[in-house]
């Protein structure tokens, strides 16, 4: 077929639209959720409740193994116009019930934050751990000089976490053509379709529903090489700016 198939991809009417939607999402997914974690870790660093942290970090941690079916239903519960938790105290205070998922202007917001309680729990483990590996006569000697617990998180957690940052953001950034499957197949509907159909979707849709396996094939092969390029963009400029990188 030659290049038949990516002749058709970037001549298609809706191949624009669904890779806007992928990029949207995903930038807005890292914008507003990649610091959340980081802001979560140390937020729970300064706990001094062994207690407390421990049961903070199981509730946090929970929705990162549950599947989408179990985390869209309850989403879709909590969020119903009829009886659902948050339009009940909308009404409650005299507005509007919202139908968030079936209206295009809040179904995006909706996904980013879905996708923030889904993953912040283990966002939050990875920098915990790291958070652990800071030497503790760093904070007793920023303690002796007089510097309080903002000046400790500016100084010397950051700091220490920016490799960590750096690592998880390249990542990130690896994977800004990709957004999981089953996530927006369970909160997607046809009233919302223009707006959140992705390139995952699209290949299911298209390449498993509609058998068209070769050409689905070219969106996989498009997406890959477009991964790659946005890693490697990514650590170069990580270099840059800090000196680190994944290589």
Not at 79 to 90: C, D, E, F, H, K
Request: charged residues 15%.
């Amino acid at each position: 077929m030659g290049l038949e198939h990516f002749k058709r991809l970037f001549t298609g009417n809706n191949f624009l639209i669904i890779l806007r939607n992928t990029l949207l999402l995903n930038a807005g997914s890292v914008i507003f959720g990649f610091p959340i974690p980081i802001i979560l870790a140390i937020f729970l660093n300064e706990v001094k409740s062994k207690g407390f942290k421990k049961i903070s970090q199981s509730i946090m941690y929970l929705p990162h193994f549950m599947s989408w079916v179990v985390l869209g239903g309850i989403l879709i519960d909590m969020l119903s116009p009829s009886t659902g938790v948050i339009n009940t105290i909308i009404k409650f205070f005299g507005g509007n019930p919202i139908y968030f998922m079936g209206k295009k202007e809040w179904w995006p917001a909706m996904f980013i934050i879905s996708g923030i309680w889904q993953g912040a729990g283990w966002g939050t483990i990875v920098y915990l751990a790291a958070i652990t590996g800071i030497d503790p006569e760093l904070y007793e000697a920023a303690r002796i000089d007089g510097a309080g617990k903002l000046k400790q998180i500016w100084y010397i957690t950051l700091p220490c976490l920016k490799s960590t940052i750096v690592v998880m953001l390249i990542l990130r950034m690896g994977s800004m053509m990709d957004i999981g499957f089953e996530q927006v197949y369970v909160l997607m509907n046809p009233a919302v379709r223009d707006v959140a159909e992705v390139i995952s979707t699209y290949v299911y849709r298209v390449g498993i529903e509609g058998a068209q396996y070769s050409y689905t094939t070219a969106i996989g092969l498009f997406q890959s090489v477009i991964s790659c390029i946005l890693v490697f963009t990514t650590n170069k400029i990580a270099r840059k700016i800090n000196g680190e990188g994944l290589w």
